[in-house]
Every structure is written in C-alpha cells, then in structure tokens.
C-alpha cells in the first residue's frame, strides 16, 4: 500500500496554485527564513542598461539560496504525523541543503540520497544541517530513483525541486517581498532551471500587478522550458552543455509549463561567459557574490537583448551564492 504523502511521489503533480497560496505560504515560513534585501544597482562603474535596476538578493537567503523558502513550506503543509516521518529527496545542490535546513528547523528527519559523482564536501554540507546523507548510484537518476523508493517504503515525503505545488507557492513569496520592498516594477528577470521559482514569481507578481512583464532566463546550453514552448508541450533536452548546474534539468513538469506559458511573457537565452560576466560585475561593483545560475537574470540584462528594459523599472532576483565571480 502507498504510505501517505508518497503519493505521485515523483513530483508530477496536478493542482493551480494562486496568489493566495502564496500569501499562505508567507504566513507559514514567517521566522524561518530571510527577509533578504534590495539593493540599487546604482550607482555602478559599468551601469546596466535600464532606467533603474534593483536586485533582490536571494544569494543571502538561509543555505544561500530561495530553495529554503519552497522547502519550508512544503514541510509545514505536511499533517503532523507525515511531518514527523521526515522528508526525502535527491539533491546535492541547493534544493538538497533546502530540504536539510527545512527538517533541521522542525527537528525531523531528513534524508538526501546522492550519486557516488558527489564531491564530499557537499555530502559534509548537507550533515551540518543534521541530514542522512546516503550515496546511491553513478548519476542523479540513481540516486533520485532510490529516494522515490525510499519514500514509498519508509513513508517520508519525498519533495520534488520545481513540480510540487506548496514548494512553487514557497518560491512564490520572494515576488511578495520584492514588489512590496520595489512595487513599482516594470520587468521582473527570473532564472529558470525546473521552472518553480518562476512559476511561484510570476504566479504572485502578476497577481499583485498584472502590468509587470515577466521575463524567464535559461543557459544557452540548457533550454528546458524554452524547448517545452516551441514544442507545445514538455520537452525532453538530448543533453546539457552549461557549468550552471543548478539551471540544467533535462526536462521540466507539466505545472511549470502551463504557469510560465500563461504568465511569462518571454524567455531568453545566455551563455556561460555572459553568466560568469554577470556574476563579476556583482561581485566587483557590489560586493555580491554569486554563483552562474545566480547571476543569470542579471546576464540577460546585461547582454542588451531586452531593449525594453533601457526605459524600464527593472526587479533582477539575483537566486544563488557562489564564488563564481570572485576569482576574476
């Protein structure tokens, strides 16, 4: 018999989430995670090209990055007995140090199953926040395909990166801080990997103001859901050519594809050098250090291909920490 919450445990789940999901979700994770700060691009050595830019700086947010906020939310969605059992997943990157963060604040357990490829200095990350860390397999696929067993015979919920939706609605309230912090916003530039930091961006930005126009940021070397729209339905990448990680799923979910095809008005593409630039001039002109997917919203920015933006209030939610402008 399938324990509860292991449900469609393997993140393809239905539902419409709303902006009051997302109000919800703020109410629940008030005290667990970071209000984090806005700062004016301006002024700058090497301005950006917009009227003026403000960066929501969601590289300081707890385990350095918003993946706490989807995660925390998706912990105390939970009835207190499934709670109790703890969470799973397949992550050694920010979603994994989420998940750990999540149980750590609700003292339960947390396990997070990772491919042999793991350098141990991520697995040691992930036990600092008091997670199980177990090494299953050669790649990710391994690894993910044991958690889903894991979950299905021990009970824990197994919490997908981008398809859940109370982690979308999580995702979701770093658009509630930003547009109250900036609420006159005319672009709002998003990274995308799976799709459920957009997907929860634009589901409450345009909620609260159905003007701002939101724009999606893939890696040239990672198209996902660029592919997914041209096609019409979810695409499947036949490879990944990109250093930014975290922003190279192969394939996206349903409910990240229907979100961003009926609220984001565009998705453009940037290389690894336009990323890794990105991520120098905030590290330089800002003293903000983030990682290539990190700075990958600000790329698009700065590669000039929104020409919009050069009259525009633009919001750039800078999602991941990183050294990957330091060393420059």
Known sequence: MTPPQAANAGGEEAGIVTLDDVQAAAGR??????????????????????????LKLES???????????????????????????????????????????????ETRAVIF???????????????WGAEV????????????????????????????????????????????FLEQVPDLDLLLVAIGGGGLISGVATAAKGL??????????PLGAPTLAESLAAGQLATLPGIDTLAGTLAPRRSAGINLEIVDRLVEEIVLVSDDQMREAAVWLWRECGVAAELSGAAALAALMSGCLPEAEAARVGVVVCGAGTDGMGS
Do not use: C, M
């Open 134 to 177: 177990r090494i299953v397999g050669q790649v990710w696929d391994d690894a993910n395909a044991a958690a889903l067993a894991f979950a299905e015979a021990d009970g824990l919920t197994y919490v997908h990166p981008f398809a859940e939706p109370s982690v979308i609605a999580g995702q979701g309230t770093v658009a509630l801080e």
């Open 29 to 54: 994770i008030s005290g667990l995670v970071r209000r984090t700060p806005v700062l004016a691009a301006a002024p700058a050595r090497q301005p950006l090209p917009a009227e003026a830019v403000w």
């Open 209 to 218: 103001n159905p003007a701002v126009k939101i724009v999606g940021v893939e």
């Open 114 to 128: 990772l491919p042999e490829s793991t350098p141990p200095a991520k697995a040691e990350q992930l036990r600092t």
């Open 60 to 106: 300081l947010q707890v385990t350095g990055s918003f993946k706490a906020r989807g995660a925390s939310n998706r912990l105390r969605t939970l009835d207190p007995a499934a709670a109790a059992r703890g969470l799973t997943t397949a992550s050694g990157g920010n979603h994994g140090l989420a998940i750990a963060y999540a149980a750590w604040t609700a």
